[in-house]
């Protein structure tokens, strides 16, 4: 895409979909997928997450219904084919079709309004929507001829998901965290009262007896060089967390999202197994 196309159209970087189209689509989402996709109305978004049987979160996304009988599954740190193939094995007899959207973009829309909080937007033949943040922001996906990812303006966007307190999952930290430790409830992106779906008994054990003992936290680390996801956080040689996602913030320094044991809020005391420096920790977000 051309940034002359649409001035209001800041391109970010490709956008990783999953589209789930037919007669059951809704169904199918619902009996999956951990949020009441049951009370998503036609353009309208929810958070949502896929968990395994076990209770582990393979996946954390908004999802889109553009209309009564498809849905869209935006998957910020990638693996739209992994999802795509691991829900093909359950979808069984339903009426269902599955695809990856490989030629749409992640674009921040500029256009000057102030957008409401869980409704779609039609815009130049793509799908706007309101996403949390320091500043008020619009996601824009839509088809678009493919282009270099702009750097600097999906830092600037990572760094207010990250404020967010946003918890996307990457191929490195799959499978391996419940949804408490991902504070999936203040984004309402799980149900404790919908009924059956892979991983329910064990999150609602957790929910109501409790035993979850670790948290989301927002992290700023020394040093230049990238924060990879699966980044391990460490107090005295021994690990107490894992980095989600990172982006480089002023000079020196990178912010992070990383899930820590519940005694680690002492940054003074905690290092990257690679020898940076946590110079913050804290768990306050924007709603």
């Known amino acids: 895409m051309s940034p002359n196309i649409d001035s209001a159209l800041v391109p970010l970087d490709r956008a990783e979909i999953v589209e789930i189209t ?110 949390p943040g320091a500043q008020t922001r619009r996601a824009w996906l839509g088809p678009a001829p493919a282009t270099s990812r702009n750097a600097e303006a999906l830092d600037m966007w990572r760094r207010d998901d990250i404020a967010a307190g946003l918890p996307w999952i990457s191929e490195a930290t799959r499978d391996e965290f419940v949804p408490q430790a991902l504070d999936l409830e203040r984004l309402d992106a799980i149900s404790f009262d919908k009924g059956c779906y892979p991983g329910q008994e064990i999150v609602a054990r957790l929910h109501f007896r409790g035993g979850n003992k670790r948290r989301l936290r927002r992290l700023v680390l020394a040093g230049k060089a990238p924060l990879p996801p699966g980044l391990a956080i460490e107090r005295a040689g021994d690990a107490v967390g894992t980095v989600l996602y990172g982006a480089p913030s002023s000079a020196g320094y990178h912010e992070a999202l990383a899930v820590l044991i519940d005694d680690a809020s002492d940054a003074t005391t905690l290092i990257s197994s690679t020898g940076r420096r946590v110079e913050e920790n804290d768990d306050s977000f924007y709603s």
């Open 22 to 131: 037919g007669t059951d689509a809704l169904a199918f989402a619902h009996a999956q997928f951990a949020s009441d996709v049951h009370a998503l109305e036609p353009s309208s978004w929810q958070w949502s997450a896929w968990l395994t049987a076990q209770g582990r979160t393979r996946a954390v996304f908004p999802l889109l219904r553009i209309d009564a009988d498809r849905l869209l599954m935006w998957l910020p740190l990638g693996g739209a084919d992994a999802m795509r193939d691991a829900l093909a094995r359950f979808v069984l007899r339903a009426k269902v079709a599955l695809a990856v959207r490989d030629d749409w973009m992640l674009c921040r829309l500029d256009d000057g309004r102030t957008p409401s909080a869980h409704r779609l937007d039609a815009y130049l033949g793509g799908i706007a929507f309101a996403q």
